[in-house]
């Protein structure tokens, strides 16, 4: 990870007044600085004159960097953001020559944010921007060395680093649109024990956009989770399949015990790890499925879900003795708490194939990888309480 940029006052400065150069310059429509920016040939020597009070499409940074970093350059070249400014509008002029290049800004979300709003607000609102927190909240994290931490948690808790990691999923230099907008963009971090793109993969849609290609028969990641472009990602379960509140008391009581697992591993501290709210749950259902009804019935979509529902609850009867076994053995001094930390940890994931299979619409996930597994665990679990406490006889 760079964190070079912490973005001091005259950065946003620059930033603010490169914005505003950008706009006069799409505003005036195909001038002068547009051609500069695009071509790597070198500019006028009025315009080196001038170039590093602008810090706008008249710097020469392209014109050395076609043949420093010339891939960067090409891919740079087919943004559209190259007919707006050069790469002084988000790098700044400090660095303008070989010799000086760490003092380069290395651009964050904030960079982003001062021409594209609207994003930035909404990204806000998701979960993406607290993934950096969320990561930070595991006190396992600390303890980890940093080798492991920095290249395995870190590239993909990144994304909500200082107001975003914007090129996530647009990446860089292209910050392309239409790249942001295929499943590619997301499935390098929701795999595996997140196994989102296991679940889609195998459903009816993904199917169906294996078969056919991005024809806008079937959903991806994007249609469901970004509907109309809103960079606002949020689900009403989240993450853990969790809710605030809960109307059926045994439930609830089962709820509490399954809440143990990630409270002790850690991520059941991580910020808004649930909708503390009935009324904010139901608004984010009915918002899914307003996306449903671009191709399905309202029944239909509404049914879909509930037994999606209907499999948190399954999972949690079966993951709340788990836990009150584990805990059990924990409290008696016959199982450690390292060891407790391992089984949760082996186990939580089996709980959550269930769920995200069944929302995602895989029967392989729900069944194999999920309520199989996780039945296993109880077994073998209660087994091995026979034995720890037969021992202590
Ligand atoms: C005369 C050549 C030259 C000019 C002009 C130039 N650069 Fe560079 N720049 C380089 C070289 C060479 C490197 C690679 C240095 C290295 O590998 O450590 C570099 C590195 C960079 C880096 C990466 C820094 C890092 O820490 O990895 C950025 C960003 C950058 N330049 C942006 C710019 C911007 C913006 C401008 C214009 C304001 C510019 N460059 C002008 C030659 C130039
Ligand atoms: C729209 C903003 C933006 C513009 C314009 C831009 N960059 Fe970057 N650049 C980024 C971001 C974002 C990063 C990654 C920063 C990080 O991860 O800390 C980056 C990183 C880099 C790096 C270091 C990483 C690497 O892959 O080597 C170099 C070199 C670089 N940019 C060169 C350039 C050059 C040359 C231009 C102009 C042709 C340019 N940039 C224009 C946003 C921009
Ligand atoms: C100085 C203002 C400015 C800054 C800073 C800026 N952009 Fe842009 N961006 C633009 C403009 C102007 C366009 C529209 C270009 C067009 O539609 O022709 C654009 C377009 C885009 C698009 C749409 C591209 C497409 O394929 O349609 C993306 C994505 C994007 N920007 C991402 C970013 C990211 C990520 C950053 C920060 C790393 C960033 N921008 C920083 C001005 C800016
Ligand atoms: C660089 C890694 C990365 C990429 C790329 C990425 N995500 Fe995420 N996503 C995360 C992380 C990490 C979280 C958890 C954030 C947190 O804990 O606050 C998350 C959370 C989410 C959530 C919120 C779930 C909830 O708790 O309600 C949704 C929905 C989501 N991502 C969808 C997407 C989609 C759709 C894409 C592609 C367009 C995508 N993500 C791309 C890392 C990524
Ligand atoms: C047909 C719509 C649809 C598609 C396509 C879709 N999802 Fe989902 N996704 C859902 C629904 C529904 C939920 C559960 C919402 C809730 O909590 O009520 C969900 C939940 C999630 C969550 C929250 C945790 C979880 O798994 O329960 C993440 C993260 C996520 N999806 C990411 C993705 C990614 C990445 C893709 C693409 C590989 C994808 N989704 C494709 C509908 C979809
Ligand atoms: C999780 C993946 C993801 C991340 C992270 C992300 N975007 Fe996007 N972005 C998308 C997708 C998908 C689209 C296409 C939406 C559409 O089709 O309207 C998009 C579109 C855009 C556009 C083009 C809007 C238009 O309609 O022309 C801009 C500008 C943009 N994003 C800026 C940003 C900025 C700024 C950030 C960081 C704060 C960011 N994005 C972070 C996925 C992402
Ligand atoms: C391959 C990418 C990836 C790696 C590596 C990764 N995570 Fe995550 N993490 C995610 C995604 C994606 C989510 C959200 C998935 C969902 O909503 O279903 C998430 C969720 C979380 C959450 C729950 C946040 C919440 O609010 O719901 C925490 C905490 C967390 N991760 C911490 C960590 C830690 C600590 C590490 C390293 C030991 C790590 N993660 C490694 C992608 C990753
Ligand atoms: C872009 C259109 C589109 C969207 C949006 C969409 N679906 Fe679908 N869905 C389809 C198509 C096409 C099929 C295949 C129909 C078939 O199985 O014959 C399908 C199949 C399904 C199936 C399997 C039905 C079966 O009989 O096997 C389920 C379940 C499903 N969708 C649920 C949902 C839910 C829930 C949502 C919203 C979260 C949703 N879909 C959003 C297009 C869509």
Redesign the pocket.
Known sequence: MRSKQPPAPAVFRLVLAVAMAAVLAVMAGAGAGQADAQSSSPPSSGAQNSRVQTGGSQSNCVECHAKATPQIVKDWNQSKMARAMDCAGCHGTAHHEAGDARLAKMPSGTTCSACHARQAREFAAG?HN??WE??L??P??AG?PSA??DT??A???GIGRDGGKCDSCHTRHKFSKAEANKPEACV???????A?LESWESSKHGLIYAAEGDTGRAPKCQTCHMPSGSHKTL?AW???GLRGEEADPKWKENRDLVMKMPMRL??G?????MRASMDEWNALRSEMVATCKNCHSESFAREQLARGDAVIKATDTATAEIVRIAEGLLKDGLMSEPTVNVLYREILPHR?NAY?GAFHGSAELVHEAGWQKLTQDLVKLQDEEKKLRKNQK
């Open positions: 979960k607290l993934a969320a990561m909240a595991v396992r994290v980890q492991i931490t395995g948690c590239s993909c808790h390098g971090c929701h795999r595996g024990d997140h989102q689900t989240g993450f853990y850690g991520p501290k991580a910020p808004n790890v959550m995200i």
